[in-house]
């Protein structure tokens, strides 16, 4: 028995929960540079933290995220104009205390990384970047921002981001923080006293299709340490577990987040990648913009779909998809058996024409045919509980 | 989990319990530890002619795709079709009910180049040593 993809061995960076996850026993893996729990088998393992999420509550370390900071500069405005000019989404739209999903996109129309940007004041921004795309990110942000009245920083290292996901996340935040948390909608954020710590950043966000929030500690080993433990004994009752890249992965693909270099990447543009509705054409101009209005007139030659196995096999990413006459036609980019469904689902690129609700699709398994088919996404979409009747609060002018 | 003391083992962690000229091979509990949960398993037909050293199925866990090589060369004369709806099976009984084929061994010779369980447990023992070193 060999692990296909087993991890490389590089000098990895480390979160400062590194030490508490190997105590934990946690299953390592090197990720986008990163030394990073993939489950925790003591506690049951990838399907068990799925569960847990996707049920209950599950706590993820996600500190190895990047944090761009963007504020004016002498004059108001020049942050959002930053903002507006490297990525997708419309931030004039954004309220203080609100964040929305975007991407900053090279010339090309194709996808630098995708971000949250949440608006900390009226002229103060925070990007969260992906882990492995960390420096390329915020090269990206000084070099394209050079000339505008901004100031870029980076606090990928000052923060210590955690995820508490799940239908209980609120209960068991709502222990450890003074903040109001039912008043805090999706995709908004507030700052708080945490686990007597002053002023967090507590967002109702992540990347898991289920409730939750993420929270910004400072970053010393110590404290983090200190409010894991007290995230897990608030959990207790919950059956909170320390949940896994793993489970995140299965998490996301599920509720169809895209992942960079597989659903995205600097290839694939925003139409194909059907994240229309996160980009705004009518805000003005902003870098990508040209080309994708270019695309747009040209028409798409691939898309992304949703897969489900019809006969028995599990589409991995990188597998071939091709049609009835065994053409290759495409490629998945994501695959796994969804422990929620009990099912194996993929997502993929393939024509447009082959795109429509039930159309079969061949993945070639270990040079095996096996048959798929095209069905709705996401695959799992969570039942919303009825919104809280006012928005949260947040003037905090730091973060 | 104990490795029993009469299979012997390969450095790619499958066992093989050799009696006489037919031998039942499956995976170790260290192999299931580190797969994680096993949710598909695909084994060869009978008839099928295996070769040590090379690939003869796959089991996979939600995360990784695994290969399993042959400790040694003979002719499939069962699969464990069982292990098609209860792949957790390996998990949960790797050294017993979740064996994956019995063989007829062309060189009952070969069994004995394989390692014994106590230098299997070493051999696992010092991979640990490195991982956390």
């Known amino acids: 028995m060999e692990a296909a993809n087993s991890p490389t061995i590089t000098e990895a960076r480390k979160t400062p929960l590194n030490a508490l996850h190997r105590r934990l026993g946690a299953k390592m893996v090197n990720f986008g540079g990163w030394d990073m729990p993939v489950e925790y088998p003591a506690t049951g393992g990838l399907v068990a933290e799925h569960k847990a999420v996707r049920g209950s509550v599950g706590v993820f370390d996600v500190s190895h995220m990047g944090d761009i900071r963007v504020r004016s500069g002498r004059k108001p405005g020049g942050a959002l104009a930053a903002v507006q000019h490297i990525s997708m989404n419309d931030a004039s739209l954004l309220a203080i205390g609100q964040a929305h999903y975007s991407a900053m996109l090279y010339p090309q129309g194709t996808f630098v990384d995708d971000v949250i940007v949440h608006r900390l004041g009226e002229d103060d921004f925070l990007l969260v970047i992906n882990a492995g795309t960390r420096q390329k990110d915020i090269d990206w942000v000084r070099q394209n921002t050079r000339d505008l009245d901004c100031v870029v920083e980076d606090l990928s290292d000052a923060y210590t981001q955690l995820a508490i996901q799940g239908p209980h996340a609120v209960e068991v935040l709502q222990k450890l923080t003074d903040a109001n948390l039912e008043a805090i909608k999706n995709y908004w954020f507030a700052h708080g006293t945490v686990c007597g710590l002053k002023n967090i950043l507590i967002a109702r966000t992540g990347y898991t299709g289920e409730d939750g929030f993420e929270i910004y500690v400072p970053s010393d080993q110590a404290t983090s340490e200190q409010v894991w433990a007290k995230v897990m004994e608030a959990g207790r009752d919950f059956g909170i577990i320390p949940c896994g890249l793993g489970a995140r992965n299965t998490l996301r693909l599920e509720a169809k987040m895209a992942l960079y270099e597989h659903e995205i990447s600097d290839t694939i543009n925003v139409w194909e990648a059907g994240l229309d509705r996160y980009c705004k054409m009518e805000k003005g101009d902003f870098i990508g913009r040209a080309a994708l209005a270019q695309a747009k007139s040209a028409g798409l030659m691939r898309t992304l779909v949703g897969l489900e196995m019809v006969e028995r096999g599990i589409a991995r990413d990188g597998y071939c998809c091709c049609n009835e006459r065994g053409e290759t036609v495409g490629v998945v980019t994501s695959g796994s058996p969804s422990p929620t469904l009990c099912k194996n689902i993929a997502l993929a690129y393939v024509p447009p024409a082959m795109s429509a609700i039930g159309t079969p699709i061949y993945v070639e398994i270990r040079s095996q045919r096996t048959k798929a088919q095209v069905v709705p996404t996401p695959f799992y979409k969570r039942a919303r509980k009825a919104a809280p009747q006012s928005a949260a609060s947040s003037t905090a002018k730091t973060i | ?133």
């Open chain 2, 1 to 133: 989990m104990a490795h029993p003391a009469n299979y012997r083992y390969t450095n790619q962690h499958e066992w093989v319990d050799a009696k006489g000229d037919v031998a039942t091979i499956g995976i170790t509990d260290y192999a299931q530890h580190e797969l994680g949960d096993v949710v598909f398993v695909e084994l060869p037909k009978p008839g099928t002619k295996i070769s040590a050293g090379k690939s003869f199925g796959t089991v996979e866990s939600v995360k990784a795709v695994s290969e399993i090589y042959a400790p040694v060369s003979g002719e499939v004369v069962e699969a464990n079709l069982a292990l098609q709806n209860t792949p957790e099976t390996i998990n949960s009984d790797p050294h017993g009910a979740a064996w994956l084929i019995k063989v007829r061994l062309a060189n009952p010779a070969e069994v004995k180049s394989l390692m014994d369980a106590a230098a299997y447990e070493k051999f696992v023992a010092d991979k640990g040593k490195e991982a956390s070193a």
